[in-house]
C-alpha cells in the first residue's frame, strides 16, 4: 500500500514505519488503516510517524487480532 505524502514528508520516516507495519500481516493492515485515517484528519507527519513508532511496539507484543477488539482487550494486554 503506497501512502499519497509527498517526497520530502519521508524525511520523518514514515515510508519506512509503513514498511515494518505492513509486515504484520492482517494487525498490519488495520493499523495502517488507521495511519492513513490520522492522516485524512491532518495533523503534522511528525505527530502521524509518533503513533506508528508506538504501534510497531505494540504489534510486537499483542498476540490478538486488531479487529474487534474492546478497551477491556487492550488494557488486560498490558498486564
Avoid at 520523518?12 to 500481516?25: K, Q, S, T
Wanted: glycine fraction near 10%.
Amino acid at each position: 500500500m503506497e501512502s499519497k505524502l509527498s517526497v520530502g514528508f519521508d524525511i520523518y520516516g514514515f515510508e519506512g514505519y509503513r514498511r515494518i507495519i505492513a509486515g504484520f500481516g492482517y494487525n498490519g493492515e488495520v493499523t495502517l488503516s488507521f495511519l492513513d485515517h490520522l492522516l485524512s484528519l491532518r495533523p503534522s507527519i511528525a505527530r502521524v510517524c509518533k503513533y506508528a513508532d508506538h504501534a510497531i511496539a505494540l504489534l510486537r507484543v499483542i498476540n490478538f487480532n486488531l479487529e474487534g477488539t474492546t478497551r477491556w482487550d487492550v488494557s488486560e494486554c498490558g498486564r
